[in-house]
């Protein structure tokens, strides 16, 4: 048992201001609180621990006591702030390269294009999207290829993937643009095609430069 707040020595610095006023405003209140917190452990070692608390009360409404339970949760937290720093990374790189992704559901028809998807293909954030309106983006002598080998034959592709680089022709200013598309698809328990996902970059730059190179080693 514990006198006043001589529980506080177990949390770690850092949260005792946040454990002291949840404590503080479950008293004043008479409701359970729920938080999570790090406690300082006798070896030194510092986990983080989920802390539940109810109070019992008299037929009068007054708390009689207070009791509680306290679960380890540091694996969970350490997996949770491992996959958050992952996804800031990627949010991250995604902004800096401007890559663009889908997702598309063959089941449903459900389809998520990203923010920089769009912006690659110069659509707008809010437009409607599916097959035709990526294959109306892609340049007209490279349309019929990428018809047949990212649709009618998406069935017969790889699990592991297949890509492509071609040309675009903006919607929003008509600019032609290459682009490196990558994708790869998922099959379902019966061995059918169920879903794809996929990478789409803006490498015009890249192209111009290779060519940029050829003719002067030509030269």
Same mark, same amino acid.
């Given at each position: 048992?514990?006198? @006043? ?8 610095? &850092? ?5 002291? /006023? /949840?404590? !503080? &405003? ?13 406690? +300082? ?11 539940? /608390? ?24 350490? !997996?949770?702030?491992? +996959? ?13 390269? =401007?890559?663009?992704?889908? &997702?598309?559901?063959?089941?449903? =028809? ?6 920089? #998807?769009?912006? %690659? ?24 290829? %990428? ?8 069935? &017969? !592709?790889? !699990? ?13 200013? =008509? ?5 490196? #598309? ?5 099959? @379902? ?13 803006? %490498? ?5 430069? /290779?060519?940029?190179?050829? *003719?002067?080693?030509? *030269?």
């Amino acid at each position: 048992a514990y006198v @006043g707040n001589d529980w506080l020595s177990l949390v770690h610095p &850092d949260d005792r201001e946040k454990a002291l /006023a /949840a404590w !503080a &405003d479950a008293v004043r209140t008479g409701v359970g609180f729920d938080i999570s917190e790090r406690k +300082l452990m006798q070896d030194g070692s510092v986990r983080w621990v989920q802390v539940r /608390a109810v109070p019992l009360k008299n037929e009068d409404g007054s708390v009689r006591e207070w009791v509680g339970a306290s679960v380890d949760i540091h694996d969970q937290k350490v !997996a949770e702030d491992a +996959l958050r720093s992952s996804s800031e990374r990627l949010r991250l790189a995604v902004e800096v390269t =401007g890559l663009g992704n889908w &997702d598309a559901d063959l089941r449903t =028809g459900e389809r998520y294009w990203s923010r920089e #998807m769009r912006a %690659i293909l110069g659509l707008t954030q809010d437009e409607p999207v599916g097959q035709q309106t990526f294959l109306d983006r892609v340049h007209p002598d490279d349309r019929a290829w %990428i018809a047949d080998h990212f649709y009618e034959r998406i069935g &017969d !592709a790889p !699990a592991e993937g297949y890509n492509a680089e071609f040309r675009i022709v903006r919607a929003n200013d =008509g600019a032609e643009r290459w682009v490196a #598309m990558f994708g790869k698809r998922f099959l @379902g328990p019966d061995g059918r095609p169920v879903r794809t996902v996929g990478t789409i970059l803006d %490498i015009t730059e890249r192209r111009q430069h /290779a060519i940029e190179l050829q *003719a002067a080693k030509e *030269a």
